[in-house]
């Protein structure tokens, strides 16, 4: 029989009592996990990182060093969050109230960012909510996402704007015209209708 995948939390890592880690996931130094939040299998969260109450995540995802997942994040099966990435939620943040009151977690409402299957966001972006990265989207380092991803997008700048496609294995799609694009590394082809993306024999 195959052995259980065993399930690693460091020493100095911060872990609630009622987080649920999946199989096979690790938990690394100095890395909190808050009260409720999901991990699926398989998952990797690294130095230094924080992953909110509730925050929910699939199957193999990794959250790299000093990345912040807030609260109520939602990551398919997948997901890449790179060093010191930012998930917002708040749409109007302050620390007071108009009295001058110092707010408390029942002023506001978070909002979350939900990243698709198998999307990857780069080092030091941030993703301001309530945007949705759609599955296989790249956003690439230093990028501040305020709108809508779409699959297979390549979003790059300050505010982000498509640059290009990406197939499933993440490498820049070659455009073979007539809307066809062509992942150099698989060799599997996609198909472009106006501002989306999906495999051409899906469509």
Same mark, same amino acid.
Request: with cysteine; glycine share 12%.
């Given at each position: 029989?195959?052995?259980?995948p065993v399930t690693r939390v460091q020493d100095t890592a911060d872990v609630a009592a009622d987080a649920t880690l999946g199989e096979g996931s690790s938990v690394w130094?100095?890395? %909190?996990?808050?009260?409720?939040?999901?991990?699926?299998?398989?998952?990797?969260?690294?130095?230094?990182?924080?992953?909110?109450?509730?925050?929910?995540?699939?199957?193999?995802? @990794?959250? %790299?060093?000093?990345?912040?997942?807030?609260?109520?994040? @939602?990551?398919?099966?997948?997901?890449?969050?790179?060093?010191?990435?930012?998930?917002?939620?708040?749409?109007?943040?302050?620390?007071?109230?108009?009295?001058?009151?110092? @707010?408390?977690?029942?002023?506001?409402?978070?909002?979350?960012?939900?990243?698709?299957?198998?999307?990857?966001?780069?080092?030091?972006?941030?993703?301001?909510?309530?945007?949705?990265?759609?599955?296989?989207?790249?956003?690439?380092?230093?990028?501040?996402?305020?709108?809508?991803?779409?699959?297979?997008?390549?979003?790059?700048?300050?505010?982000?704007?498509?640059?290009?496609?990406?197939?499933?294995?993440?490498?820049?799609?070659?455009?073979?015209?007539?809307?066809?694009?062509?992942?150099?590394?698989?060799?599997?082809?996609?198909? %472009?209708?106006?501002?989306?993306?999906?495999?051409?024999?899906?469509?």
């Amino acid at each position: 029989m195959p052995e259980t995948p065993v399930t690693r939390v460091q020493d100095t890592a911060d872990v609630a009592a009622d987080a649920t880690l999946g199989e096979g996931s690790s938990v690394w130094h100095l890395a %909190q996990v808050r009260e409720g939040a999901v991990l699926g299998r398989n998952c990797v969260i690294g130095r230094g990182a924080y992953v909110g109450s509730g925050v929910v995540m699939g199957d193999n995802c @990794k959250v %790299q060093n000093y990345a912040l997942v807030y609260e109520p994040a @939602k990551l398919d099966d997948g997901v890449f969050v790179g060093p010191a990435a930012v998930f917002t939620n708040d749409h109007f943040p302050r620390a007071i109230t108009p009295d001058g009151e110092l @707010k408390s977690a029942h002023d506001w409402e978070p909002v979350g960012v939900t990243v698709g299957r198998g999307a990857s966001i780069g080092a030091r972006a941030v993703c301001v909510a309530p945007v949705t990265i759609g599955a296989w989207a790249l956003v690439a380092a230093g990028s501040t996402v305020i709108r809508d991803v779409p699959d297979y997008a390549l979003v790059a700048g300050v505010p982000a704007r498509r640059i290009g496609w990406v197939g499933r294995a993440g490498v820049p799609l070659i455009e073979r015209g007539g809307g066809l694009w062509e992942c150099p590394e698989s060799g599997e082809n996609y198909r %472009q209708v106006d501002e989306s993306l999906a495999p051409a024999e899906t469509t």
